[in-house]
Nanobody, 128 residues
Framework: EVQLVESGGGLVQPGGSLRLSCAAS????????MGWLRQAPGKGLEWVSA????????DYADSVKGRFTISRDNAKNTLYLQLNRLKTEDAAMYHC?????????????????????WGQGAQVTVSS
């Protein structure tokens, strides 16, 4: 079965950095695009970033562009999200997600509906 397990969440001060990891199994990781999505208390699910199967195409929500970096290591079946210059509004549960399709334009990855499996999430708390 498909499994996505996030790690690396925690408490960080505003302006600080954090790196999230997602260990994937149960599918051919290198054939699927992946994404990160987040949800803060009282708010809806928000798409954060996406990366294609080969790792050479990425996209970001305007709110995190220039601060976050998505990457992947297909040899290790692992997805990453580097979060820099964190703001209080970045605090949320961050979920690793698998794209439902093996072929898809990177622009389509902005839609939450494109993801069919989600990890349990990693909590990111930003506080001084």
């Amino acid at each position: 079965e498909v499994q996505l397990v996030e790690s690396g969440g925690g408490l960080v001060q505003p302006g600080g950095s954090l790196r999230l990891s997602c260990a994937a199994s149960g599918f051919t990781f290198s054939r699927y695009g992946m994404g990160w999505l987040r949800q803060a208390p009282g708010k809806g699910l928000e798409w954060v970033s996406a990366i294609n199967s080969g790792g050479d195409r990425t996209d970001y929500a305007d709110s995190v562009k220039g601060r976050f970096t998505i990457s992947r290591d297909n040899a290790k079946n692992t997805l990453y999200l580097q979060l820099n210059r964190l703001k209080t509004e970045d605090a949320a549960m961050y979920h690793c997600a698998k794209s439902e399709r093996t072929t898809m334009a990177i622009e389509e990855a902005r839609r939450v509906v494109e993801y069919d499996y989600w990890g349990q999430g990693a909590q990111v708390t930003v506080s001084s």
